[in-house]
């Protein structure tokens, strides 16, 4: 045993062994600089090496303690120091990573809690003293292990020999204490099998998480054939033998507890980067996963535990997991693979989970086939089931209105025989009806994505082209961007083929589907005690609209929702109410999603389906689905479809494709927008009331207001609320998720046109791509395009995109038809279609008054692109000149609190249009740099010259060359005297840097502001986010306030003064303590 006062002693010196790991961690990692620049270090030799390396390996030894906390101070400092290019090329940390491994690996096994309770626990008194409680050491562990992954990674890239050795050594030795699930602890009573807490489970846990960082760092050189110098040939020759018997120890064990098949599997997952070396035991290795599919409880029972509920699907994810990262190793296997599939298949004990992950996997095999052909075939033979029971008569009929979805779904039936809906056969029959369609329709989707996604991982990028040339063709004609055939898209996608004989099928589900939501049979199921809940939102989204901590446990657990919106029942249960909201989500989504992977794919513009273009708009597009439609809904359309089709429409046709789109759902949005808004704003006919929650308690009143007020007024009150209909759930969590929903469908708005406009996402990379390509030219400097971020290390010999992933050819391809497309929406969505532009621009406006700071912000980049994009263009000026200009002074002038922290973007709005409307001056992109003056016309002293960018918004745009009044308009409204207009003016023309001409615009707008304050009273309330900011809060009185930091009180004494003082009576250094001057 141990000894008890032993521990006694470690619990005593805890707080110092702590602190001074804490301390030497700290001492490291705030001198790292020091350590890389010195010559001895880099060296690996002289006293400050042997200095750094006595000092490391105290700090390892003291991680040999039993307390995890000291492995906890210093994580980060060894994370450091594995990051760093310079120490790693040195041998000083080569001596000390076997301890620290063995020491992390030791710590990442959970502790079981109960044992400490109940003083089982050999450090049982150490532990406590270490952590307050479970709930403390549970964010301790999820923190280390967070972190410990990059440790475990860094490792194996580093010292490949001595993190094989290690991890072969910690498996072998699991496996030959626990393999057989000795002790058999923590037993479960009903069959006596190992539980989750389980020591053999909890072991096998722990080491999970290692070999998986290992094995994924471990370079390609040490496993590889390649030939290399003596030094990694040596090394491989050592690791190729150990990693060996760890793959075949792991594939050989054959555990009977549910728990321990069940971390074989995520062992089993993690050999996946080393079978992409040596597959000798992949079959083998793939073969356990398919079979643990079909496992069941010993004994069986009726309705699988959750045990093997969830073994099962670990099982399907590891196997995807594996296909994603060789599938071209598994190819030679796929007619085996694919009738083992088959029989599984038609065993009939799968759940469509199960199912699903099967279908993926075999997709995934089966893009690593050579042969296009093959490959579509092989994906047509495998989702074949499912295209038949989507064209399968029942299916077609269930879909084909409304009625007869909401029979399908038992929901017709419960207004005349309410009991159906908790008959357990019904309920039953219903579920399997539904898992049926919706399976079908999410395998579909799951296949189409790895089709996809593989697609794209080809040489050639996904892109329609069999070879692509070394260089890009800068005329910009490129015969891809336009219409392209399905013959010729299959031969980078097999799924493409399929799309002729679903599509139809899909535009009837999302079609009927968004039918019950159109205001009469929304009105028709809410006054129904049950059927309402068919239109109600799910425990799931509610969960979501609270705040949640980490004392919550999801939606079942304690303080949850489950149960809330069907008061005292959930899913469940075997009641269709609580379920029917998450099948219309799922549906839903599922066809939106559907929808976007189609404009992915490229197949809505090919000719093949221009027949079914007409059909695919009335149902995309339909006046009725947009109105209908609820906030969360309409939020998930504009994400899953709107945003990926502008994105993935090739720019030649964008008059043809988007126009008939676009239109209807930007006009809908500014008309949406404006009444979810106006009664928080006070701008409209309904109160603040009108923005709590449809509940169970007033639903009948909503519904027979539909009669009596018409739909358009319905429709006003609809969209205050956000469409919601909460059913039973409490007050305060329905005004949240009211509040969520109105927020997020902003938010939505302005992230996608962001999105669109490239001002985030991948086109935003590919402007960063071409900075840093001009900046390259210019400074005639490739090492530019070598370089990624400050906190991404580069190898110095690939090419690099701005956010430090690898640039390849393809991505040279794809970026230059990005660049157009760029170039064309833009100019499409402003200045091609009226309805498009004036909804866009007009939303936008509002957009920047609605109490948001995430939009406001987000809007005014995007207001930036609108001004370089049309400003010189007359029928935008009054637009621009006075609606935009209005609402930008206006949320400075009026100080309210939600503006706090964006008001020096809005100012730079301002400054934005009063250059280019009335100083003649253009800004770099984005609102930057100084106003670029541009000369008179000489033809006409009254008119500015234009810019020689006015086409070309990324080049900054260009300037109304007559002058605009509306702006001095503005100004003249807040209380300016037209001298005081003309000084403003005479100021901004002299003063033209950003910093400069926007303290002027906020000087003046500080006297509005005062003015403005004074005849309103002097302040409009204590509370809200509409109140006017105080003094200490508003920047227009930023210099007005006095400084917060008091002057110090006494001298200060700098490190260089002491060392002055210390000069010539400082003690020899033999005195001091030894590690006193490593940095020196």
């Known amino acids: 045993g141990i000894d008890p006062n032993c521990i006694e002693m470690l619990v005593e010196q805890l707080d110092y062994h702590r602190s001074l790991s804490k301390m030497g961690s700290m001492l490291v990692t705030c001198h790292l600089a020091h350590i890389t620049a010195d010559k001895d270090v880099s060296s690996g030799k002289g006293p400050k090496f042997e200095a750094v390396s006595r000092y490391l390996r105290l700090l390892s030894e003291m991680m040999s303690h039993q307390s995890g906390v000291m492995c906890g101070e210093q994580i980060n400092m060894w994370v450091g120091l594995l990051r760093d290019p310079a120490i790693v090329r040195t041998n000083v940390l080569s001596p000390h990573l076997s301890r620290v491994l063995n020491a992390y690996m030791t710590h990442v096994v959970k502790i079981r809690w109960d044992d400490v309770w109940d003083q089982n626990h050999p450090y049982s008194s150490l532990i406590e003293a270490s952590w307050d409680d479970d709930d403390e050491y549970h964010e301790w562990l999820g923190n280390l292990r967070s972190k410990a992954s990059q440790l475990f990674r860094a490792i194996g890239s580093t010292e490949p020999e001595i993190a094989s050795t290690a991890i072969h050594l910690k498996v072998r030795t699991l496996l030959n204490a626990h ?155 796929l007619s085996q693979l694919s009738e083992r599939a088959k029989s599984l298949l038609s065993s009939g004990g799968m759940s469509p989970v199960n199912e699903m992950h099967l279908y993926e996997f075999l997709s995934c095999v089966a893009t690593a086939v050579e042969n296009p052909v093959d490959r579509s075939n092989f994906i047509a033979d495998v989702l074949g089931s499912s295209i038949r029971i989507l064209e399968s008569p029942e299916i077609q009929n269930s879909i084909a209105s409304v009625e007869g979805l909401l029979s399908f779904l038992g929901i017709a039936q419960a207004a005349s025989n309410p009991a159906s809906v908790t008959d357990p056969t019904f309920v039953k029959k219903v579920t399997k009806d539904f898992e049926m369609l919706f399976s079908s329709l999410n395998q579909l989707l799951s296949v189409g994505k790895r089709c996809h996604e593989a697609a794209k991982k080809r040489p050639n990028g996904g892109l329609p082209l069999q070879n692509l040339s070394a260089t890009v063709d800068d005329t910009c004609n490129f015969p891809d961007e336009g219409p392209v055939g399905i013959n010729e898209l299959v031969i980078n996608d097999p799924f493409v083929p399929l799309w002729p004989k679903i599509l139809p099928t899909v535009l009837k589900v999302m079609d009927v589907t968004l039918r019950v939501w159109h205001p009469e049979c929304q009105a028709s199921l809410l006054q129904n005690n049950i059927q309402r809940y068919a239109v109600a939102i799910s425990d799931d989204e509610a969960f979501l609209a609270t705040k949640q901590d980490g004392s919550v446990k999801g939606v079942f657990g304690e303080g949850g929702t489950a149960g809330s919106i069907v008061s005292g029942t959930d899913r469940r249960d075997l009641n269709l109410a609580p379920r029917w909201s998450g099948w219309f989500n799922e549906s839903r989504n599922t066809c939106f999603q559907l929808l976007g992977l189609i404009c992915m794919q490229r197949v809505i513009f090919a000719p093949e389906l221009s027949h079914l273009y007409p059909q695919f708009v009335a149902v995309v597009a339909n006046q009725e689905h947009l109105r209908s439609m609820e906030h969360r809904q309409f939020n998930q359309y504009l994400k899953q479809f709107i945003e990926i089709m502008m994105l993935s429409c090739p720019a030649p046709l964008y008059q043809s494709h988007l126009t008939a789109i676009l239109g209807p759902v930007f006009e809908h949005l500014q008309y949406r ?408």
């Not at 030939?227 to 018997?245: A, G, Q």
């Not at 089993?268 to 040596?278: F, G, P, Q, S, T």
């Not at 597959?279 to 093997?308: F, I, Q």
């Not at 739909?711 to 039973?728: K, M, T």
Request: hydrophobic fraction near 40%; charge should be neutral.
């Open 673 to 1080: 927008l404006q009444y979810s808004w106006s009664p928080v704003l006070g701008t409209g006919t309904l109160g603040i009331e009108s923005t709590r929650p449809m509940g169970s308690d007033n639903c009948m009143a909503a519904a027979n207001q539909l009669a009596s007020v018409g739909v358009d007024q319905w429709l006003i009150a609809y969209y205050a609320r956000g469409g919601l209909f909460v059913g039973d759930l409490d007050n305060v969590t329905g005004e949240a998720a009211v509040e969520k929903a109105r927020v997020e469908l902003t938010r939505t708005y302005a992230d996608m046109l962001q999105s669109t406009l490239a001002l985030k996402g991948a086109w935003a990379l590919v402007l960063a791509n071409k900075a840093r390509e001009d900046l390259a030219l210019k400074r005639n400097d490739p090492s530019k395009l070598m370089s990624g971020p400050i906190n991404k290390l580069a190898n110095g010999k690939d090419y690099l995109n701005a956010d430090g992933s690898k640039r390849t050819l393809a991505q040279l391809h794809i970026d230059a038809r990005r660049l157009v497309r760029i170039d064309k929406l833009c100019h499409f969505l402003l200045l091609e279609n009226e309805q498009i532009a004036g909804s866009l621009v007009v939303t936008i406006i509002q957009c920047l008054e609605y109490p948001d700071a995430y939009t406001c912000r987000r809007c005014t980049r995007i207001v930036h692109r609108i001004l370089e994009s049309v400003a010189w263009l007359d029928k935008y000026t009054e637009l621009l000149g006075y609606r935009l200009l209005s609402a930008a002074v206006k949320a400075i002038v009026t100080e309210p609190k939600w503006m706090v922290g964006t008001e020096w973007d809005m100012i730079n709005v301002i400054r934005d249009v009063y250059d280019r409307l009335v100083l003649g001056q253009y800004l770099l992109p984005g609102g930057q740099g100084p106003g670029l003056q541009m000369s008179r016309d000489p033809a006409n002293s009254m008119m500015f010259e234009q810019t020689k960018v006015a086409d070309k918004p990324l080049m900054g745009g260009g300037i109304l060359t007559a002058t605009s009044d509306f702006p001095r308009r503005i100004l003249m409204e807040i209380g300016m005297s037209q001298e005081e207009v003309v000084a403003t003016e005479k100021s901004l023309s002299e003063k033209r840097s950003a910093k400069e001409q926007k303290d002027v615009f906020r000087d003046l707008l500080r006297v509005a502001a005062d003015k403005t304050k004074q005849a309103e009273g002097l302040n409009r309330g204590d509370n809200g986010v509409l109140d006017r900011a105080g003094a200490e809060e508003s920047l227009l009185h930023g210099k007005l306030r006095q400084p917060t930091v008091s002057a110090l009180p006494e001298k200060l004494v700098t490190y260089s003064m002491m060392k002055k003082k210390e000069g010539s009576n400082s003690p020899d250094p033999a005195d001091g303590p030894w590690h006193g001057n490593i940095f020196d």
């Open 179 to 333: 393999s057989n699930g000795e002790p058999r602890d923590q037993l479960n009573p009903e069959n006596n099998e190992l539980t989750i807490h389980s020591t053999p489970c909890q072991e096998f846990e722990g080491v999970t998480q290692p070999l998986d960082n290992i094995l994924h760092g471990i370079p390609s050189w040490a496993l590889d054939n390649g030939s290399y110098d003596e030094k990694r040939t040596r090394i491989r020759n050592t690791i190729r033998p150990l990693l060996s018997e760890l793959a075949n120890l792991i594939v050989a064990w054959n555990p009977n507890d549910i728990w321990l098949k069940f971390r074989r599997t995520t062992l089993l997952e993690a050999l996946k980067h080393y079978w992409k070396y040596d597959p000798a035991t992949l079959p083998t290795g793939v073969d356990s996963l398919l079979m643990y599919l079909s496992v069941t409880d010993n004994p069986p029972k009726d309705r699988l535990s959750e045990d093997v509920v969830g073994l099962r699907k670990k099982s399907g994810v590891s196997l995807v997991a594996v296909a994603k990262k060789v599938p071209d190793l598994l190819v030679p296997w």
